[in-house]
């Protein structure tokens, strides 16, 4: 059990869909993080949420729209996908000013048909 | 802005081999250094972490020392097994204070044969 949990592990959908990741952390957290890993490609950080405020944005497509309802729970809502949007969904929490790091949950695998 | 080099993979060592992973950073200030593990199928699992100069950091057998002078944090290990096979991130903090921002290298990937 890594405390930060994602559901479901593994997502297909189609380009005309509309689904929803969800990441819940029960760490006591205040940060929690979107992250996309694609094939022979860095990590690429998507969503930074600081005290349920979005702090960071990182030139993320509109088909992509995080919520944080509250500080133990995130996500991902994804409507008319691309194919190259196929990945693995990796969320993370952390507690702001600790270098402890990051918390990373098992991640959501992604197929877009 | 910050950056991590990890010397590219995949690495291939028999067991019981030595093991070292070379990461190098560019970074303003004073990060936090952090090596992160992948299994296959699996998310990040922080391995071991320094945070600052001279600290070494170590677990599960892996060691890795936060060298200022030569901006690098090289990840070793004496006596590698099957069950390290994984992808390795090396990983800087900026720790401004706020959601302190992770920025990772691209992974070299490790696999040990029998």
């Known amino acids: 059990e890594t405390g930060v949990t994602q559901t479901p592990r593994h997502l297909v959908m189609g380009m005309t869909n509309k689904k929803s990741l969800k990441c819940e952390q029960h760490?006591?957290?205040?940060?929690m993080y979107w992250y996309k890993q694609s094939a022979k490609k860095p990590l690429e950080l998507m969503f930074v949420?600081?005290?349920?405020?979005?702090?960071e944005n990182n030139s993320v497509p509109s088909r992509f729209s995080p919520e944080c309802p509250n500080s133990s729970h995130l996500f991902l809502h994804l409507h008319t996908l691309q194919p190259e949007d196929s990945a693995l969904y990796l969320c993370?929490?952390?507690?702001?000013?600790?270098?402890?790091?990051?918390?990373f949950g098992s991640g959501t695998r992604l197929t877009v048909v | 802005g910050d950056s991590v080099t990890q010397m590219e993979g995949p690495v291939t060592l028999s067991e019981e081999a030595f093991l070292t992973i070379n990461c190098t950073y560019t970074?303003?200030?004073?990060?936090?250094l952090f090596w992160y593990v992948q299994y296959p199928g699996e998310g990040l699992q922080l391995l071991l972490k320094?945070?600052?100069?001279?600290d070494k950091g170590s677990n599960k057998g892996f060691e890795a020392t936060y060298r200022k002078e030569t901006t690098s944090f090289h990840l070793e290990k004496g006596s590698v097994q099957v069950s390290d096979s994984a992808v390795y991130f090396c990983?800087?903090?900026?720790?401004?204070?706020?959601?302190?921002?992770?920025?990772f290298g691209t992974g070299t990937r490790l696999q040990v044969t029998l």
């Open positions: 760490l006591g957290h205040n940060a």
């Open positions: 990983a800087l903090s900026d720790d401004t204070g706020t959601a302190s921002k992770l920025t």
């Open positions: 949420y600081n005290f349920k405020e979005q702090t």
């Open positions: 320094a945070t600052k100069a001279d």
């Open positions: 993370a929490s952390s507690q702001p000013g600790q270098t402890y790091g990051y918390t």
């Open positions: 970074a303003t200030g004073y990060p936090s």
